[in-house]
């Protein structure tokens, strides 16, 4: 099976001297659907800030989508990120932009024409449920309805991997089902790797999954 | 209303550059059109003991445009009646001729002491008048009024600076958030911008088409123009073809580098 990230060795740190991931070996299949779990600090949003390239490793190699992240250029960031679909716990919706932009973006930034995206985005707001909210605008909508906007934006261009940082963490239980099973669906029918980052696994899901913890800045993988 | 009061800061801003630059070329026009009217009115007085052709005092010195011989017949007319013809013939004769100089510009003191000095060393001018002391006090009264408006420029330009660098601060904060969201979804640098650049270019077009009707308005209509008339000066203050292009690229330039400032300056998210 292909892989969609390789780590090798991996050390990631914000200041020199301070690993927060120490020497990290793991991979992940294509495909798959992995929680990243470990306590408040122990570098979970880390290792995800690295999958995109916001963080660079320190030592060691990391490549994702076969990329190698090490000293990666602008250029090659961008057209790795419109192969990846991020969701975060704060949502980073685009205030000034109604919803249905917002879905877009990842569709514009991929040059897509108008009529294509806009299909796109109406089936997409029609699956997380906000499909009368199109017009408005985020600071319009609840935390859960903001999410699942998220979540319809990280779908929007059919990406290879959806990373995402703690998506349910302060969501209702409703919006909360409607994610995990966005993230089912895109899973199963379209083959996409989810890596979720989180302190909890959900119970109920209907997917296989892996489980890797982080402990003192190191990664295992739990069985 | 919200983009509006966007819009208006930067308009503001980039108003009062070009305003400035406008008011220091409407300056520097209408101290050149008082010059020429200074040259046009002024004139040396030259005396001398035998005829000189115009090529002759042209040759002298490079200011001198003209020259225009001074008839003596109305003087020597009022001595008709008190002077037998044979004198006043006599007196004809032995009169010097009187010529007055015109220049191709507008000279400095410097120049007038230098040209004099120049006429006087030749052996048939016998005497030469510049009146330097009107000369002076009026040339320094324009000098004087140039550095005001200079340093009224410079003030100016001090002032505008600070509105634009703290117009480009808040332009920062209120566009880092989505330039930051659409290089997570890895929009490349001219696409998170392009809003930034399309707002800078709008704002540069609505404040010099502003501009412009300001000083249309200024130009045509205007106390200004009935003031300058009144002391003779028949000044364009207001090139409309040449100043509005001009003012546009100032303007385009300005917010472009703004721009180029927040883009460039822009710090990714991690």
Redesign the interface.
């Known amino acids: 099976m292909d892989k969609v990230i390789i780590a090798d060795n991996l050390s990631l740190s914000y200041k020199e001297f301070e690993s927060i991931i120490s020497k990290a070996t793991f991979s992940i299949d294509a495909g798959s659907f992995v929680f990243i779990t470990g306590a408040s600090g122990s570098g979970k949003s880390t290792l995800l800030k690295s999958f995109y390239g916001a963080i660079e490793p320190r030592a060691g190699s990391l490549i994702v989508g076969g990329v190698k992240m090490n000293r990666i250029s602008t250029s090659k960031l961008n057209f790795l990120r419109r192969h990846i679909g991020i969701v975060f716990q704060d949502y980073k919706l685009i205030k000034e932009w109604t919803i249905e932009k917002n879905v877009m973006l990842p569709l514009i930034i991929s040059g897509y024409t108008k009529d294509v995206s806009g299909s796109q985005v109406e089936k997409l707001l029609g699956h997380v449920k906000l499909i009368h909210q199109s017009g408005k605008y985020p600071p319009e909508l609840s935390g859960g309805e903001q999410q699942r906007v998220a979540m319809a934006r990280a779908l929007a261009h059919n990406p290879i991997l959806i990373l995402a940082d703690e998506p349910t963490g302060n969501l209702d239980d409703y919006s909360s089902q409607v994610i995990w099973n966005l993230l089912e669906g895109a899973n199963t029918q379209l083959k996409t790797t989810i890596i979720v980052v989180t302190h909890h696994i959900p119970d109920g899901l209907n997917v296989p999954y892996k489980h890797f913890h982080i402990e003192l800045g190191n990664i295992h993988e739990v069985a | 209303m919200k983009s509006l009061k966007n819009h208006i800061s930067l308009i503001i801003a980039l108003f009062t550059v070009l305003f400035s630059v406008q008011i220091y070329v409407g300056v520097d026009r209408t101290i050149a059109a008082y010059e020429t009217h200074l040259k046009n009115d002024y004139s040396i007085i030259v005396v001398a003991n035998k005829s000189l052709t115009e090529p002759e005092f042209k040759a002298m010195h490079s200011l001198i445009e003209r020259s225009e011989a001074i008839s003596v017949d109305q003087v020597l007319q009022r001595l008709q009646g008190e002077m037998s013809k044979k004198n006043l013939d006599l007196l004809r004769i032995t009169l010097p001729k009187f010529y007055r100089l015109y220049l191709n510009r507008f000279p400095t003191p410097e120049e007038i002491t230098k040209l004099q000095k120049r006429l006087q060393s030749n052996a048939a001018i016998q005497r030469v008048e510049g009146y330097s002391q009107t000369h002076d006090t009026v040339y320094k009264l324009m000098l004087l009024f140039k550095d005001v408006v200079q340093i009224f420029s410079i003030a100016i330009a001090a002032v505008t600076s600070l509105l634009i660098l703290k117009e480009m601060r808040l332009w920062q904060f209120q566009h880092a958030?989505?330039m930051?969201?659409?290089?997570?979804?890895?929009?490349?640098?001219w696409?998170r911008s392009a809003v930034l650049f399309r707002l800078a270019i709008v704002d540069a077009i609505i404040a010099t088409i502003i501009l412009c009707l300001a000083f249309f308005m200024i130009d045509q209509y205007g106390w200004m123009d009935v003031l300058l008339h009144t002391v003779g000066i028949d000044v364009q203050l207001f090139d409309f073809l040449g100043d509005s292009l001009r003012s546009l690229l100032i303007a385009l330039g300005v917010s472009i580098l703004l721009t180029l400032t927040i883009v460039i300056g822009h710090q990714?998210?991690?």
């Open positions: 958030d989505r930051s969201i659409m290089a997570l979804f890895g929009a490349p640098v696409l990714e998210e991690e």
